[in-house]
């Protein structure tokens, strides 16, 4: 079957729009990220196997998170399908080389929260856990997002295990954890939406 796509530049006005995104009493927890951490090694395609979802991935399926360096920005490409239309969500962040397995996510019209993303543990060939938390300190509250991707559609069991064990003690836990559908008959889309973020401050990379 022949898909057509569209692409729209879309102004969100998201002042308002924490629904779908997970959000909690309370400061963030110091989180401990990869050590070592390679950047080369993580770039490429990553399906999200289990989520706790930001506000865009709700109701997703066939997620995965394509990951690709542009100078010095790394960008990322958040894809999932709903109701037939496959939606493309492009963001870019910041990583300092050297330093801990941090994403910074300049706030913007696709996450005005601009949360964080860190990366707990990887083997780079198999799997991943990130884990984001944003702390909005006048209303003592944090949002919450994790991903376990994977380098293909499933995950082995063990791998499951070795994931929730890293996840369990941190703020969000597996209490809103989601399980992320790949089956072909979910996968078939028509139409192709892509979202490019558009930052409050182009400057603002620490926000």
């Excluded at 995965?64 to 360096?69: A, D, E, N, R």
Aim: with cysteine.
């Amino acid at each position: 079957m022949c898909k057509k796509y569209i692409s729209f530049l879309l102004l969100l006005n998201l002042h308002v729009s924490c629904l779908g995104q997970v959000i909690l009493f309370g400061d963030c927890k110091e989180v401990k990220t990869m050590e070592y951490f390679e950047i080369e090694r993580f770039l490429g395609q990553w399906y999200t196997i289990q989520r706790i979802p930001s506000w865009y991935e709700e109701n997703g399926q066939c997620s995965y998170k394509l990951v690709q360096q542009c100078e010095r920005s790394i960008v990322f490409q958040h894809r999932s399908i709903r109701g037939g239309i496959e939606y493309m969500f492009h963001i870019n962040s910041t990583y300092a080389p050297g330093d801990e397995a941090v994403f910074v996510i300049p706030k913007n019209n696709i996450d005005p929260f601009g949360i964080p993303l860190s990366v707990l543990r990887t083997d780079y060939t198999n799997y991943a856990i990130v884990y984001g938390c944003k702390y909005n300190q006048m209303l003592n509250f944090k949002y919450v997002l994790t991903w376990i991707l994977s380098r293909s559609t499933t995950l082995p069991p063990d791998i499951l295990d070795t994931a929730y064990e890293e996840l369990y003690p941190l703020p969000g836990g597996l209490g809103y954890m989601e399980r992320v559908d790949h089956s072909p008959e979910l996968c078939d889309y028509h139409w192709t939406a892509h979202v490019q973020a558009v930052y409050k401050n182009d400057t603002d990379t620490n926000p």
